[in-house]
């Protein structure tokens, strides 16, 4: 029992000289998605896919409902060190993706069109904001 007591306050005290920041195992990114459509109102459902060294680690399948043309928004936070997200679109029959405007708080932070969708190389700590706009 002595040793185990013994071990944790060594790792307790060694902890105690790492600044705060290391001690986050995960970063996280913030992601917002909205929607907009032009011409009707329906119901979207997006993928978001998460990589890190080209292995999946998170992946997530929000819907998202329009309403006069504006639709909830979909907020995640997705912690890990995902280098890169791929956020896509599944298209309604009658609907045509006419693009994704992304923004970040983060200038490095870089987005790639795809079909139906966006690619996104991410950085820790950042948020990402995108609105998918149909008509």
């Not at 005290?13 to 001690?23: D, G, M, N, R, V």
């Not at 459509?37 to 399948?61: C, K, M, P, R």
Request: include cysteine; hydrophobic fraction near 35%; proline fraction near 5%.
């Amino acid at each position: 029992m002595k040793r185990i007591l013994i071990l944790i306050t060594i790792f307790l005290f060694s902890l105690s000289f790492i600044p705060a920041q290391a001690l986050l195992i995960s970063p996280f990114l913030n992601l917002t998605i909205t929607k907009t459509t032009i011409g009707g109102d329906g119901s979207f459902n997006f993928h978001v896919d998460a990589y890190q060294n080209n292995s999946l680690y998170f992946s997530e399948d929000p819907t998202i409902i329009t309403q006069n043309g504006q639709g909830n928004t979909y907020v995640g936070t997705t912690s890990g060190w995902g280098d890169t997200y791929y956020l896509t679109e599944d298209l309604p029959n009658g609907w045509v993706f006419i693009g994704a405007n992304c923004t970040s708080n983060n200038p490095n932070i870089t987005f790639e069109p795809i079909n139906s969708g966006v690619r996104i190389i991410t950085q820790p700590y950042s948020s990402v904001s995108c609105n998918f706009t149909n008509i």
